[in-house]
Antibody, heavy 120, light 107 residues
Framework: EVQLVESGGGLVQPGGSLRLSCAAA????????MHWVRQTPRKGLEWVSY????????YYADSVKGRFTISRDNATNSLYLQMNSLGAEDTAVYYCARDIDFLLGVFDIWGQGTTVTVSS | DIQMTQSPSTLSASVGDRVTITCRAN??????LAWYQQKLGKAPKLLIYDASSLDSGVPSRFSGSGSGTEFTLTISSLQPDDFATYYC?????????FGPGTKLDIK
């Protein structure tokens, strides 16, 4: 079964750090571009970051640029998001999502999400 | 920046109804538009890409149309499983923007 499973969410204090992981299964992970997308009740769905198949091509939303780092390990079928200098505005459900293999930016497989809460 | 809007924000309908949701972009986005369905507590699910192409396994009662700045998602005959929130999303050149969503609930 094709699936993505996120982990690593939790409660963190403002200014703190957190590392999210996403385990991929059921498909050849190294062949797919990947993304992180987050969702809040106030702002809705917001694309966060993109990483190409080899990990060389990387893009971030302006709202997280300089604070978040996306990476991947194709040997272990894993995607990561290192989040630093967290603020209340980063509180959200974070999803990893697979890019459909013939269009950039269409998300055909999503994980179940992991919740990040930034609060003192 | 490209901004996406959706209307209505909430739509009440009955099983069997034909419903249409509209998505607008503040500038032309050609056909670079996807639609997703999200149920409470679940991840979004891709329905349509390139404005009108159904993803694999999506029922044919779903259809999409439009280009440029105005797009529509139509459900031809609502089924109980279709009551959810629907999002449009623009994609192009590493800029990916979602609309605010349309909640479809039971009348």
């Amino acid at each position: 079964e094709v699936q993505l499973v996120e982990s690593g969410g939790g409660l963190v204090q403002p200014g703190g750090s957190l590392r999210l992981s996403c385990a991929a299964a059921g498909f050849t992970f190294s062949r797919y571009e990947m993304h992180w997308v987050r969702q809040t009740p106030r702002k809705g769905l917001e694309w966060v970051s993109y990483i190409g198949t080899s990990g060389r091509d990387i893009y971030y939303a302006d709202s997280v640029k300089g604070r978040f780092t996306i990476s991947r390990d194709n040997a272990t079928n894993s995607l990561y998001l290192q989040m630093n200098s967290l603020g209340a505005e980063d509180t959200a459900v974070y999803y990893c999502a697979r890019d459909i293999d013939f269009l950039l930016g269409v998300f055909d497989i999503w994980g179940q999400g992991t919740t990040v809460t930034v609060s003192s | 920046d490209i901004q996406m809007t959706q209307s209505p924000s909430t739509l009440s309908a009955s099983v069997g109804d034909r419903v249409t949701i509209t998505c607008r972009a503040n500038q032309s986005i050609s056909s670079w538009l996807a639609w997703y369905q999200q149920k409470l507590g679940k991840a979004p699910k891709l329905l349509i890409y390139d404005a009108s192409s159904l993803d694999s396994g999506v029922p044919s009662r779903f259809s999409g149309s439009g280009s440029g700045t105005e797009f529509t998602l139509t459900i031809s005959s609502l089924q109980p499983d279709d009551f959810a929130t629907y999002y449009c999303q623009h994609y192009n050149s590493h800029m990916f923007t979602f609309g605010p969503g349309t909640k479809l609930d039971i009348k």
